[in-house]
């Protein structure tokens, strides 16, 4: 396919390593940075179509609260001369990156601006081409009912008590494929919905999808090629299979999730269909979620939950992670105003949204949405943590102890969602 004169596409990164010592983010216990697996990157995505100019900012980090993406979009806007709803952020959902902090903060900003301005300075005439195909077997519903009828996140020693999981996998996986005029690929943008959490401990790493990029580079003989992530719904799905008895692993189930994704993905570039070069349009708008706060005796149990919780790699319960929950729901007022964000081309439409959808919630946004190709891209523009469906909330288990929300909350999100993506 030819490349169209009015649509153009640029990439560009910048190291966001943070020094030995740092806190890491992911778990309910400290961890300090004890060394460097492999390098974290904000990663750009510079894209031109009939004159309209949009950047997509991807963080190797856990998450980014919206207060942070707020700023990161205006100093990035300002930068490269865009407004600030035409700049879009999210992170990978590595367990392995920083924890935000001030410092954090103004390096993210100084390398972000770097990383748009390199993307700027590589636009390029391009053709757009999108392809989906299905990657079984990487990912689990990682909730299980057990015999006693209880739910159970990640059941670990009573893997023998499971009767079934209580929801399923969205094993989709979606590219877009940016191509010069002569063919050659740009780059690419991929989006997967799997927890990045394989690697753990002390080590910094971008998990999984820095193998994929690697992976994919070897493939395709390009040790530059820029592969740039979306993490799709996963609030209830990670890599490990207890139903089958695979559960360990870590850096070895990184790179064997990486070797299929990346084997899957140079497959995919090879059968893409072609995109429209339409114009670039995108809307965005809040959706009021109502919080469950807690009352003064709940704040008060709390306290003294945390307070005997010292070590919290033992103390993790939870009844731990309620005690949290209330705590950091204490300070927040009755409704959270969550920015949701649709961008369209042609027919292919994403949706942003600042939270960990599980897999029902955003298929029943898809199926209240209809329409041509919908990728929805989670913890971006904010991070509100778990969303579960309706019926989970009433299962009970850790997603929905840890969540901040009312259980009418993925209803509200679901309605609102696709009369945004109605409209962009």
Not at 20 to 44: I, M, S
Not at 193 to 213: F, K, N, R
Not at 214 to 235: I, N, S, V
Request: hydrophobic share 45%; with cysteine; net charge neutral.
């Amino acid at each position: 396919m030819h490349a169209s004169p009015s649509m153009r596409a640029g990439f560009g990164r910048a190291e966001i390593t943070p020094p030995l010592g740092a806190r890491l983010r992911g778990y309910y216990h400290e961890r300090l940075a004890t060394g460097v697996r492999d390098p974290l990157f904000v990663r750009a995505l510079a894209w031109e179509a009939a004159g309209r100019r949009l950047l997509l900012l991807t963080f190797d980090l856990c998450h980014l609260s919206e207060p942070l993406c707020r700023a990161l979009r205006e100093a990035v806007a300002a930068a490269a001369g865009l407004p600030p709803e035409a700049v879009y952020v999210a992170a990978t959902h590595t367990h392995t990156g920083p924890e935000e902090s001030d410092a954090l903060s103004a390096v993210l900003a100084a390398k972000a601006a770097e990383a748009a301005a390199a993307a700027f300075e590589r636009l390029r005439p391009c053709a757009v081409r999108i392809g989906r195909g299905r990657v079984p077997g990487l990912g689990f519903n990682r909730r299980y009912r057990l015999k006693d009828g209880s739910a159970m996140t990640n059941p670990g020693a009573r893997a023998k008590e499971i009767v079934e999981p209580l929801g399923p996998v969205d094993d989709r996986l979606g590219v877009l494929r940016f191509e010069a005029p002569d063919g050659a690929l740009l780059g690419v943008l991929f989006h997967f919905g799997l927890h990045v959490d394989c690697v753990g401990g002390t080590e910094i790493s971008a998990d999984w999808p820095a193998g994929v990029e690697r992976e994919l580079r070897a493939a395709c003989g390009d040790p530059a090629l820029h592969a740039q992530f979306l993490l799709g719904p996963c609030g209830d799905v990670n890599h490990w299979d207890f139903m089958g008895g695979r559960f360990g692993g870590k850096q070895e189930e990184a790179s064997r999730i990486a070797a299929a994704l990346a084997g899957a993905l140079r497959e995919l570039l090879g059968r893409t269909a072609p995109l429209p070069a339409a114009e670039l349009n995108w809307i965005e708008e809040r959706v009021e979620l109502p919080v469950r706060r807690p009352d003064d005796r709940e704040r008060a149990e709390a306290r003294t939950i945390l307070e005997q919780a010292r070590d919290r790699t033992r103390d993790f319960t939870l009844e731990v992670v309620e005690a949290a929950r209330v705590e950091r729901a204490a300070a927040l007022p009755p409704a959270l105003a969550a920015p949701l964000r649709a961008v369209r081309l042609g027919d292919w439409r994403l949706l942003l949204a600042p939270l960990e959808l599980f897999v029902d919630v955003a298929r029943e946004i898809e199926a209240a949405a209809p329409g041509g190709p919908l990728w929805i891209a989670t913890l971006a523009g904010g991070a509100y943590g778990y969303l579960p469906s309706r019926r989970a909330f009433g299962e009970g288990g850790y997603e929905v102890v840890s969540s901040l929300f009312q259980p009418e909350a993925p209803d509200l999100l679901i309605d609102r969602a696709a009369r945004l993506l109605a409209s962009v």
